[in-house]
């Protein structure tokens, strides 16, 4: 009896099956032997390269009172306003001013007969509505020193290229290609990358800078339990909070050996991007953000943790992560801020490159350290809101620093408090870390 069940239900599961191709085969325009046929198809893509840094201009700002007063200093007798003819039909707004030294209209001339180019009589500088003196830089090409075109506006960077066809970035890659290249490169030259390409970020985010403490919905302190009681209790988002401060403000002594790289963490049903920055000799974590977005903006915040944990930055700064271009591009935009450091990204399984042979085993070692944070986060199964998944990587990273014992480290913790030291178990170590993050936050509330 069952063998015929058996039978009749995968003859009624093969006879759905066929009816729904049929059915898409009707939506899609497609035949059965199409569809069955069907390959997906597998078209090549052009990876996102990073070129190096252009070379900035900073355009000079003049002050027209001062222009004035040297003017009137050398000649002896001051500078006068246009005087305009009354029948002239070409006029200038009043509201114009000069880009490059701020003069009024009364100090800016017509210069060719309306068409829109002005002319300032006070500093000598040409202008229209798009003149180069309304930028504050201006941004040149490396390889023939000439001005890059804006040719797009994202929502976190403006895109410049270089369209010198005697460029020698672009005359080098057009040597390069193939003559099938080539061929391709006549009926689709979008499908290469053969300019010079730079992006400018827009950011509002200056590096370095410090970040406000954060007020608990709970306050732990009024909080009528004992000590231990508190290493007990799970207030995972108002302790998170609290610890937060200290864990990312306390005096790593650290050994400038870096490593990055990214995992998964599921919020709200959808995974999330997890940003680990790591001192790979003292096992210290020093950077941890929670980004749904595996963008270059999560990037430069994480490298920004670390920054501001060293007390100067060394010239010999470098960071080892994996070979998505997004640490590229955040090294360019803190470039851009004047802080310089290097890169080194260790691209796929093998060693192909010399670089990812150098760097490997650092590489390695995040790699470990997030198959331990996997290791915690499994049972959890995700969270429900984004407070309840950093208050979760913090504390982990909490527990990591000043709680978990190494065995990299025999059996250290890496970062070693005296205080946390002399206690006998794991609740009265963190009733204490948690006492200790709240008299620094009363620190520096006082101060």
Request: aromatic content about 12%; overall charge positive.
């Given at each position: 009896m ?21 059915l ?8 059965l032997?199409d569809?069955?046929d ?12 990073v ?40 006029t200038?707004?009043?509201v ?10 009364a100090?800016v001339y ?66 390069r ?40 919905k709970?306050d ?28 990312d ?15 998964y ?16 000799v003292?096992?210290?974590v ?9 963008d ?22 470098s ?19 004047g ?33 331990t ?19 979760f ?15 990299a ?6 970062v070693?408090i ?16 948690i ?13």
């Open positions: 069952l063998p015929q069940l058996l039978i009749k239900c995968l003859q009624i599961i093969k006879t759905q099956y066929q009816i729904i191709i049929y898409l085969g009707a939506l899609l325009g497609k035949s032997t569809w069955d069907e390959e997906p198809v597998n078209k090549p893509y052009q990876k996102l390269q070129d190096e840094l252009p070379v900035i201009e900073t355009l000079p700002r003049l002050d027209y009172r001062q222009l004035l007063v040297e003017y009137e200093q050398q000649h002896g007798k001051p500078l006068k306003p246009i005087k305009r003819h009354a029948n002239t039909k070409t200038v707004p009043d114009l001013t000069c880009p490059q030294c701020q003069a009024p209209s100090y017509a210069n060719n007969g309306g068409k829109g180019q002005y002319q300032c009589k006070v500093c000598r500088c040409r202008f229209n509505h798009r003149s180069r003196f309304a930028k504050q830089v201006v941004f040149r090409c490396p390889h023939c020193l000439k001005t890059l075109e804006k040719i797009k506006e994202r929502k976190d960077y403006h895109i410049h290229k270089c369209k010198n066809d005697d460029c020698s970035f672009y005359q080098a890659n057009l040597r290609m193939t003559p099938q290249e080539k061929e391709q490169f006549q009926h689709a030259p979008h499908a290469f990358k053969v300019r010079y390409i730079f992006r400018e970020f827009l950011f509002d985010f200056k590096p370095l800078a410090p970040s406000s403490p954060i007020k608990t709970v732990v302190s009024r909080l009528s339990v004992s000590s231990h009681t508190l290493g007990l209790i799970n207030y995972a988002n108002s302790v998170a909070l609290i610890i937060k401060p200290f864990v403000r306390f005096p790593y002594e650290l050994s400038g050996s870096f490593c990055g790289d990214e995992t963490i599921r919020v709200k049903g959808r995974w999330h991007y997890l940003f680990f920055m790591f001192d790979a003292k096992k210290v020093l950077s941890y953000r929670v980004s749904p977005n595996r270059t903006w999560a990037a430069i915040r994480a490298i920004d943790d670390v920054l501001k944990k060293l007390p100067s930055i060394p010239e010999d700064l960071l080892v992560v994996d070979g998505n271009p997004i640490y590229l591009l955040a090294q360019h935009f803190f470039a851009q801020h802080i310089s450091f290097d890169v080194h990204q260790v691209i796929g399984l093998t060693n192909e490159d010399p670089v990812s042979e150098e760097y490997r085993p650092l590489k390695q070692i995040i790699e470990r350290f997030n198959r944070f996997k290791g915690n986060y499994r049972p959890t199964h995700g969270f429900g809101a984004e407070e309840g998944s950093v208050s990587v913090t504390l982990f990273v909490a527990y990591f620093n000043f709680l978990r014992p190494h065995s480290l025999e059996k250290r913790v890496p070693v005296p205080a946390l030291e002399r206690l006998p178990h794991m609740p009265a170590r963190w009733a204490k870390l006492a200790m993050a709240q008299e620094m936050l009363a620190q520096q509330a006082a101060s």
